[in-house]
């Protein structure tokens, strides 16, 4: 196994990262598997409430010891996201433990790692306010900060410290910042450095296919007459949730306004979540239905994928 893993502070762009890394490495020929951390069944995350700081990071590493005795024998080349830092820092931060404890802890999953061909991808600012303030613009500015302090608030991190202010939610990100930048000082993974402040992808691409020794594959062209084929209305009974897709500037866009890339032909997907959409032709050169075909927490649980079927 090939293990890449992507780091950054939440809105960094890792999971857009992620994506890219997991496209390329399967167009230039890599057997590959990508877990989005909104990824359904993902093998490290813990996703039930676990509020004894102990347990917790045991059943981290259990996760950890489990996904590399799996995977460890096999020519997979595995992209996560959101597991090497984000996760363990961010919860062991709620949990309100000290930051030599939560950088200790992470040291022993870089020792775990050290023995598997490894390679880290971290996504950093030299001043975390500017990623701070972007990734908040991004998701809604002071509605967003207020309704996530609300979904945290009861946690050690703030209760210990009479933080009743959505506004300490940010100083949160910024100690979260801290400690990530702490904890790559001390990595001695195979590992790659970006600073994003500038936000010029196409450079930090540049970096990340010299760095695997890749060539750009991009995505396919289809035709806007091709496209044409897939707009429709398209409903799930069972969910009870109708879709429309439509085609806007060269591209489709599903759920309202969010836009999907071409993966292979008839398959699209979403670079920033965990869902492939691939429409189905029938003999007759028809599109009646689509699968939602990859898992995520939200999009998809079923193995078989969720279907669609056009309803006008």
């Given at each position: ?8 502070i ?6 857009t ?6 496209l ?10 990508l877990?989005?951390?909104?990824a359904?069944?993902h ?16 059943t ?9 005795k ?15 830092l ?15 404890v939560?950088?200790?802890f ?8 050290s ?6 991808v ?10 701070i ?6 998701r ?5 900060l ?6 945290y608030?009861?946690?050690p ?12 939610h940010?100083?949160f990100?910024?100690?979260y ?25 196409t ?13 750009y ?9 091709e496209?044409?084929?897939?707009a429709?209305?398209?409903?799930n009974?069972?969910?009870?949730i ?10 489709i ?19 920033n979540?965990?869902?492939?959409i691939?429409?189905?032709i ?6 009646n ?15 078989e994928?969720?279907?669609f079927?056009?309803?006008?």
């Open positions: 196994m090939k293990l890449i893993l992507v780091e950054g939440p809105g960094s762009g890792k999971s990262t992620a994506r890219f890394i997991a390329q490495s399967e167009r230039n020929g890599h057997s590959t598997e877990f989005h951390e909104s359904y069944r093998p490290i995350l813990i996703h039930e409430p676990i509020l004894i700081p102990n347990q917790w990071m045991e981290y590493l259990s996760n950890w010891d489990k996904f590399i799996a995977y460890g024998d096999s020519d997979v080349t595995v992209v996560m996201e959101a597991v090497l984000q996760a363990p820092i961010l919860r062991l931060l709620h949990l309100d433990l000290p930051k030599e939560i950088l200790s992470i040291e022993n999953l870089f020792s775990r790692l023995e598997n061909n490894c390679c880290f971290f996504l950093y600012q030299e001043d975390p306010w500017v990623g303030n972007r990734m908040m613009n991004a809604g500015g002071k509605e967003w207020t309704s996530t302090f609300e979904k608030k009861h946690e991190y703030y209760a210990n410290r009479s933080r009743k202010n959505p506004e300490s940010l100083d990100l910024h100690e910042a801290e400690v990530a930048r702490s904890a790559f000082v001390r990595c001695d993974l195979r590992s790659l450095a970006i600073d994003n402040t500038a936000w010029d992808w450079s930090y691409h540049t970096k990340l296919l010299e760095y695997f020794g890749w060539s594959v991009p995505d396919p062209i289809v035709p806007e007459a496209l044409a084929k897939y429709g209305i398209y409903h009974e069972e969910l009870r109708t879709v429309h897709v439509q085609v806007r500037g060269g591209q866009t599903v759920f309202g306004d969010q836009r999907v890339r071409v993966k292979v032909t008839h398959a699209f997907y979403m670079d979540v965990s869902i492939l691939r429409f189905i029938d003999p007759s050169g028809e599109c239905q689509f699968v939602v075909e990859e898992m995520d927490l939200i999009g998809n649980q079923k193995d994928g969720t279907r079927r056009r309803i006008s």
